[in-house]
């Protein structure tokens, strides 16, 4: 990207986004939750769309000048039915967070009881968290791994708290958790106890649509909510998928977005997500969600070899959670500005019941999504799995420090971040 009238316009603020553009050039991103958008995208993003006010749906704005956001949010939700095979798609939520509010909005009364996965366990804070407004309004109740080593999910358990508690929604879904979700089981245990089942599918989407992990609208699932950058390599955004033409469903999920909770949609990023949902329905899409999965295969492999704590024991989606802590003695603050410093950007986490606090826990969490997208391969990325491992063991030694720093770099020039994906 030039730039070239914000380096005349404004030097300040030219000087950070050149700075961002070159970090995320030689530096290697590991953060799971991140990706690089093509080209294609961060035009949509910068497009007369970002000038335009739209508050409504398609075909039924409050403002006029509506023909060109129609056109674009309706290419928009199509492809999103088409990418999870559902029945609608809303395209507006501002993000994650604010797609999860509004399913609560839609279908909960205050007082209400949710349940969700525990946060320590790779919840997400939207599932419960006590900090969130949500907590303020619903009950949430939560559920954990059986056994953190093979990262199996307490079906049973949860079957019982769920006969106990008598939640009206069921959430499935993570921002930690490393192995695939029993869907079947989740939707068997709403349908049981009469509550809404609702999938989060913020960290695997892509994967979900790339068709490599299972769908949940394949196992009933009423609602879908997602992040639409992460792996679906889209722009920062949100979107509510409904699995049938349930009309006062689709209805109440519309009202509770707008006006509910949000204003005018952000149609730049609208435009955006469609480019990005026609990336992902391009054939070549499932070809980089399988790379993804054998490169977090790939970089397990080595950490087992190496005797490092993985929870759940290896991975099988993008992301491995790590104890650093267990492992190499080394909180995950420490970890995660140890490898910063040598160009490996990824984030301390919390694992399962952390005795350390959330600024400085156990583990750290990374992933294959962005580096894939680089075109790196296994090869690639089991040595990236073990630089990451000599540099904690050697955390101490500038030298070794500065020589991966290096190989980081040359890594990095030798997979440039590509602008076309399709
Ligand atoms: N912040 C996202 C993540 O990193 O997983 C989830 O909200």
Known sequence: MHYSFVSQQDPEVFEALEGEERRQAEGLELIPSENYVSRAVREALGSAFTNKYSEGLPGKRYYGGQEFTDQVEEIARTRACRLFAAAYANVQ???????????YHAVLQPGDTVMGMDLSHGGHLTHGHPLTVAAQLFRFVTYKMKNPET??????????AARREK???????????TRELDYAAFADIAREVGALAMADIAHTAGLIAGGVLANPFSHSFDLITTTTHKTLRGPRGGMILVREENEELITRINRAVFPGLQGGPHMNVIAAKAVAFGEALHSSFGDYCTAVLRNAKAMAAVFAREGVRMLGGGTDNHLLLLDVYG??????KEAEEVLDAVGITLNKNTIADD???PLDPSGVRLGTPAITTRGMGEVECARVAEIIVEALRARDDRAKKKALRDEVRELAAAFPVPEKFV
Not at 93 to 99: I, Q, T, Y
Not at 327 to 332: A, H
């Open 93 to 103: 939520p501002l993000s994650g967070a604010p797609a999860n509010l509004a399913v």
């Open 151 to 160: 990262g199996e999910i307490d079906y049973e358990a949860m079957r019982m």
């Open 167 to 177: 939640p009206k929604l069921i959430i499935a879904g993570f921002s930690a958790y």
């Open 327 to 332: 492992s190499f003695g080394v909180g995950g």
């Open 355 to 357: 005795p350390r606090p």
